[in-house]
């Protein structure tokens, strides 16, 4: 199982960013797809989750309404768009695989399937 991310970058504080993580070595279109984040000094959070066929997205309470997701089973890809980025927002990404909830502890997350992360850092 390969998970590989990429997109991240600095950005200033109300600008957007799109993550991108591309799937191997499993059936993608089989499994939810998540989005984790780990800020500085923190426990991981979980962020989003997309269905198997992505007609349903869950979003945590800090990001919805900003953030969307998306994927690609054709291509073994899921994307993150993150617009009207904050400070708080800044953090290591991980693409993980598997569905994820706000009633996830940090400890559940860590035992999901994740990528190598990409770093979000919004900052003027």
């Known amino acids: 199982v390969q998970l590989v991310e990429s997109g991240g970058g600095l950005v200033q504080p109300g600008g957007s960013l799109r993550l991108s993580c591309v799937a191997s070595g499993f059936t993608f279109n089989s499994y939810w797809m998540s989005w984790v984040r780990q800020a500085p000094g923190k426990g991981l959070e979980w962020v989003s989750s997309i269905n198997e066929d992505g007609s349903n997205q869950y979003f945590a309470d800090s990001v919805r309404g900003r953030f969307t997701s998306s994927r690609d089973n054709a291509k073994n890809t899921v994307d993150l768009q993150m617009n009207s980025l904050k400070s708080e927002d800044t953090a290591l990404y991980y693409c993980?695989?598997?569905?994820?909830?706000?009633?996830?502890?940090?400890?559940?997350?860590?035992?999901?399937?994740r990528g190598q992360g990409t770093q979000v850092t919004v900052s003027s």
């Open positions: 993980a695989r598997g569905s994820g909830g706000p009633w996830y502890s940090p400890k559940s997350l860590e035992k999901m399937t």
